[in-house]
């Protein structure tokens, strides 16, 4: 059974930092394409970041890129998102997804709330 569980979230004031974790279990994660996702108040959902950690490539939304990086440790089946420099526009729940152009799998979601 594929599990994504997500971690990390919560209240940070603008111009601060957060580092969201998501553990994964039930596929191959290390070759495997991983994604967060987010979903702000009231918004649709908005593709934020992705790896392919097995060729070593990432990809990031132009609103985050040179803020957010995107990482895997293999040896924990875990997923990271470091956020710098974040905005109250970063407000939103994050969500760790199996897969890149197609997600298949996603976790809950963890609440990331950028606010003075």
């Known amino acids: 059974e594929v599990q994504l569980v997500e971690s990390g979230g919560g209240l940070v004031q603008p111009g601060g930092s957060l580092r969201l974790s998501c553990a994964a279990s039930?596929?191959?994660?290390?070759?495997?394409?991983m994604s967060w996702v987010r979903q702000a108040p009231g918004k649709g959902l908005e593709w934020v970041s992705s790896?392919?950690?097995?060729?070593?490539?990432?990809y990031y939304a132009d609103s985050v890129k040179g803020r957010f990086t995107i990482s895997t440790d293999n040896a924990k089946n875990t997923l990271y998102l470091q956020m710098n420099s974040l905005k109250s526009e970063d407000t939103a729940v994050y969500y760790c997804?199996?897969?890149?152009?197609?997600?298949?799998?996603w976790g809950k979601g963890t609440l990331v709330t950028v606010s003075s």
């Open positions: 997804a199996h897969g890149a152009v197609v997600a298949d799998y």
């Open positions: 039930g596929f191959t994660f290390s070759s495997s394409a």
């Open positions: 790896i392919y950690s097995y060729i070593s490539n990432t």
